[in-house]
């Protein structure tokens, strides 16, 4: 009997698998034959028919109409209903949630930010999670996942984040317990950083096919996700490519982590709203404005040449491109996208990253890895938090649709 079960369970893995590959190649390539589809899977014909009529039936894929084939030999077209499910993303950044509906593709459809969030209003803002994303569902049944971008180090098999510099009230909340069953569609929760990474995985046209992407956060925290030959980097607990609490000062500025000199303590926006305070004249009335908007408005200033802001988003920047080092150090990837508010520094910040990292990396790493800005029209931990659901539907559909 137990090898029976045995035996079931592997084939039923295996259908999953082969189910999982043929939606991921209408993905990633458009509409295909069925014959393409198997001779790029190396599957059987008869496999192909089988499954895809299962994913016809479920209405996850349809067909297209004729194609033309090889030796002029007319086939019918498949595709990915992309444009006929929808995707919740939920982005939690300490003072700022924000909430957003895409398509499979990550076109984003609806976009929201919801009230400041401060340490005593933790509580109203998951309350207010909770009725948005009910309406939004209510709303449109063609919703079929919710992904959720929390702030790292995130402890994923528990549920929270085990460190949340400058609001620790976010410590208290257990993302599974309160998310992971509360609504009528399933939900996934992600690292911010590493859903960042996802979105450029799957919805940046320069990156998706690479394999080796590390997406660097630099906002309200710092955080970094990884992709390492197609996979991401997790660790033990999921508190892997933590690099915000990466010490660059070991007798520098204390962290709410029990570390010293950590990375975001120097180039997160929290860090550079201290910074106009501490100044009082770069930014006037900055000690009464929020993180973002502070930061924005030192971006503004630099962009329309104040020499001032200009100095302080170069020392920002320097932060970040030794941030950058490790990165190239640790994982030697072959992009770096910086993402997030503090990227909305643009050319001047990411001409000192790269000038930076030029006086202190291997050469040879160096030549060899790309540093840009993210482009995602959507803040790519939002969009990430729907390309994490994304990456579950592609990856398990008899979760969302009876395939078998």
């Not at 906002?219 to 609490?245: K, P, S, Y």
């Not at 303590?265 to 502070?294: F, K, N, Q, W």
């Not at 202190?360 to 482009?375: C, D, F, G, Y």
């Amino acid at each position: 009997m137990a090898t029976n079960t045995t035996h079931a369970t592997s084939q039923a893995s295996v259908s999953e698998s082969n189910r999982s590959r043929i939606v991921k190649h209408l993905y990633h390539n458009g509409i295909s034959s069925r014959a393409q589809i198997a001779k790029a899977l190396e599957l059987t014909p008869a496999a192909i028919t089988k499954i895809t009529a299962r994913l016809i039936e479920a209405g996850m894929i349809e067909e297209t109409g004729d194609l033309e084939g090889s030796k002029n030999r007319r086939s019918i077209g498949l595709k990915l209903n992309t444009t006929h499910f929808r995707i919740i993303g939920i982005k939690f950044a300490r003072s700022l949630v924000q909430i957003g509906v895409f398509d499979l593709c990550g076109n984003t459809l609806s976009f929201e930010n919801l009230p400041t969030v401060c340490d005593n209003t933790i509580n109203d803002s998951i309350v207010t999670i909770h009725q948005r994303v009910e309406q939004l569902l209510d709303n449109d049944p063609s919703i079929v996942a919710i992904g959720m971008a929390v702030p790292g180090p995130y402890l994923r098999n528990v549920g929270r984040t085990a460190v949340v510099s400058n609001m620790q009230g976010w410590r208290k909340i257990n993302f599974i317990d309160e998310f992971a069953t509360a609504f009528r569609v399933p939900v996934f929760i992600e690292q911010d950083a590493r859903a960042g990474t996802l979105a450029h995985y799957l919805f940046d046209p320069s990156v998706h096919a690479d394999d080796n992407l590390a997406y660097y956060l630099v906002g309200e925290g710092v955080g970094l996700g990884v992709i390492d030959n197609g996979r991401l980097i997790n660790g033990f607990l999921g508190a892997a490519t933590e690099i915000g609490h990466i010490s660059i000062d070991v007798n520098g500025r204390p962290c709410d982590c029990g570390n010293v000199g950590c990375l975001e303590r120097y180039c997160s926006t929290p860090a550079i709203h201290d910074t106009l305070i501490a100044d009082g004249t770069v930014v006037p009335g900055a000690a009464d404005m929020t993180h973002t908007e502070a930061a924005r408005a030192l971006f503004a200033k630099a962009g329309d040449g104040d020499e001032a802001a200009i100095a302080i988003v170069r020392e920002v920047a320097r932060y970040v491109g030794y941030g950058c080092v490790t990165i190239f150090n640790g994982y030697n990837p072959e992009h770096i996208i910086i993402g997030d508010i503090v990227s909305e520094a643009g050319p001047i910040l990411l001409d000192e990253v790269r000038a930076t990292v030029a006086e202190r990396a291997i050469p040879e790493i160096n030549a060899s890895t790309s540093i840009s800005l993210s482009t995602l029209s959507a803040d790519a931990a939002v969009s990430g938090a729907a390309a994490v659901a994304v990456t579950q539907f592609l990856e398990h559909p008899s979760v969302f649709f009876d395939v078998s």
